[in-house]
């Protein structure tokens, strides 16, 4: 399939964009016009000002399409996601380890096959464009066709995507192992075909180290030096059971992070799911090698996995994500997933403002992804990936509106009460892929 062209188009509405965290740079991270114009050149962002001015200037045979009070902000990014999951999302009444047996496990075990898969592909981005989300990085199963059906359909919808085949050879159903040599060898031939082509990338997908014999991450390793731009995703620190478990496989390693140091898997693009219970040698450890820790706090909260913390993560300058991680999250909102952030930031008294949120999602994401440079902000030069936001969406959230006397109070109200029913329009390249 060709992909597709990107569009060229202006539009008119209140524009929002983050070009710096503003926990650290304050009033001084976002640019906010009230009545701005952002106009799209063959899917590339070319302009972005107030609409009187640039208007003036404008090729007249641009289409200008006026979306004023909507807010326009960078498309959103989920750095954690399960491609398989879609269908077992709200699974009663278990922690990590007993989840993944008896929900996660059966139901990965289908993705072997095209058609359940393709269908999954689809319908995982559409879902995820109707939530605002324009770029995520997914984990499929073990089964290369999973990824084939991912990379397929993102390649047909022009997204920027990755995505990664899971490799995985202990401590799962025979149905979903592979072994060190076969997943080494589908890696490499998925990079070959997959890797670089349009916006798609391919992350090495070790699942966690308690599904990986020591050859397997032997291999991994074996990867991630052979192909050194790749981003490498993986689970870290998760579930007290999880980290016992780990202890007892590894009896040598000093911490969970320390296994996945051995194998050359912690450094600038590795992307370590979760990371609630580390300690201060871990969180060093992965912020020194420039790795960066992906928040999932729905997932947290759901699977009683415990409270994120973003102040220690600050303090030891690990770079943070924030993350649906589905289906073990709960909502495909980011919105409504940076609401969940800020509620297990409350349970230990630290904070996080509706800017902050937001950065969080667009150009917060994009650095952990090594993509701050192309996707997260509304800037001249970047990918036209946009979400056109309507914080009056619903009746409850018009009456919350009318009470906001600042961008923050609104903003931080939108987060709180926001999901896709505030997505009113996504882009993918200029492209409208999703109207409300
Ligand atoms: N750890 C290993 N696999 C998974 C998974 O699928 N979901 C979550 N939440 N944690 C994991
Ligand atoms: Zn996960």
């Known amino acids: 399939a060709a992909i597709p062209a990107g569009a060229s188009l202006a539009i008119r509405a209140r524009v929002l964009s983050y070009h710096a965290h503003p926990m650290r740079e304050g009033e001084g991270a976002h640019r906010y016009i009230e009545d701005g114009l952002v106009v799209v050149r063959d899917g590339v ?4 000002g107030e609409a009187p001015a640039l208007l003036a200037g404008l090729d007249p045979a641009l289409e200008v399409a006026d979306h004023r009070p909507l807010l326009l902000m960078a498309g959103f990014i989920d750095p954690h996601l399960h491609m398989p999951q879609t269908q077992v999302i709200g699974s009663y009444g278990t922690q990590l380890m007993e989840w993944l047996a008896r929900y996660t496990f059966p139901e990965e075990s289908r993705y072997g096959d095209p058609a359940v898969s393709d269908e999954a592909a689809r319908f995982l981005l559409a879902e995820l464009l109707r939530n605002g989300t324009t770029t995520a990085s997914a984990f499929c199963t073990s089964h290369p066709q999973s990824a084939e059906s991912l990379f397929a359909e993102g390649e047909r919808l022009g997204m920027r995507l990755v995505a990664g085949k899971v490799m995985m050879d202990r401590n799962a159903p025979p149905a979903l192992l592979d072994t060190p040599e076969r997943g080494f060898d589908e890696s490499n031939r998925l990079i070959e075909r997959w890797h670089g082509r349009g916006r798609l990338a391919f992350a090495i997908s070790p699942r966690f180290a308690p599904t990986s014999s020591e050859a397997q991450l032997e291999a ?8 050194p731009d790749l981003h490498i995703q993986t689970h870290l620190s998760e579930n ?4 016992a478990f780990v202890r007892e496989l590894f009896p040598w390693a000093e911490d969970y992070t320390a296994v996945y140091e051995r194998y050359g898997l912690v450094r600038p693009g590795a992307l370590f799911g979760h990371c609630i219970h580390l300690s201060e040698r871990e969180r060093g450890s992965l912020a020194e090698r420039g790795a960066s820790a992906i928040c999932c706090p729905t997932s947290n909260l759901f699977l009683g996995s415990g409270l ?6 600050l303090a030891a300058g690990l770079r943070t994500g924030l993350a649906t991680d589905i ?13 969940e952030a800020y509620k297990v930031l409350a349970l230990r008294d630290q904070k996080l403002t509706g800017h902050a949120a937001l950065y969080m999602i667009t150009a917060g994401n994009a650095e952990a992804l090594g993509w701050g440079d192309r996707i997260g902000q509304v800037a001249p030069g970047f990918e036209a990936d946009l979400v056109l936001l309507d914080p009056g969406a619903t009746p409850a959230m018009r009456r919350r509106m009318e009470r906001a006397n600042s961008l923050e109070e609104e903003l931080f109200a939108l987060v709180t009460m926001g999901d ?10 200029g492209r409208l892929a999703h109207r409300r």
């Open 420 to 429: 896709d029913r505030a997505v009113a329009a996504t882009f993918v390249a």
């Open 45 to 48: 962002i070319e302009s972005v």
């Open 220 to 227: 991994a390793g074996q990867l991630a030096a052979d192909h």
């Open 308 to 313: 994120f913390d973003r102040d220690a993560a």
């Open 240 to 243: 007290h059971g999880e980290i």
């Open 327 to 339: 289906g073990g999250g709960t909502s495909y909102s980011l919105l409504a997933t940076a609401a």
